[in-house]
C-alpha cells in the first residue's frame, strides 16, 4: 500500500464526532457536529509515497477529469511506461491505475 503524498497522520478513533455536552458518536449528527478526534487515536501515517501520484498532484490541470484519463491511460499501458516523468516500479503503477479508476468511477 502506498500513501498519496500528503503524509501527516490519520486516526483511528471509531467515535470522532463530538457533542455540545463532551459526548462521542461514531457518525455525524445534530447531537455531535464537532469533528474531533481524540489525540490519543493518532498515529503517523508512514506508507512510501506513491511517485506516480506525487507527480500528477503537482500538475496544474489535477481537478480536469481528461488529464486522469490521459493518465490512467498512460499507467495502464506498461510499454509505454518508459519512467520519463517519474520512476516508479510495478506495483507503484498498480496502486495509481486503481487510484485514477476510483477517480473516474466517482465521476461519472
Request: glycine share 6%; with cysteine; proline share 7%.
Amino acid at each position: 500500500m502506498f500513501s498519496s503524498g500528503n503524509n501527516g497522520h490519520v486516526h483511528t478513533d471509531e467515535q470522532p464526532w463530538q457533542g455540545a455536552d463532551e459526548s462521542r458518536r461514531a457518525r455525524y449528527s445534530r447531537f455531535a457536529p464537532r469533528f474531533a478526534p481524540r489525540p490519543e487515536f493518532d498515529r503517523p501515517l508512514t506508507n512510501p509515497a506513491n511517485p506516480i501520484l506525487q507527480a500528477f498532484r503537482e500538475r496544474e490541470d489535477i481537478g480536469n477529469v481528461y488529464a486522469v484519463r490521459q493518465w490512467f491511460g498512460f499507467v495502464c499501458h506498461p510499454d509505454h511506461w518508459d519512467g520519463t516523468i517519474c520512476k516508479a516500479t510495478k506495483a507503484q503503477a498498480d496502486h495509481a491505475r486503481r487510484v485514477f479508476a476510483l477517480a473516474l468511477r466517482l465521476h461519472q
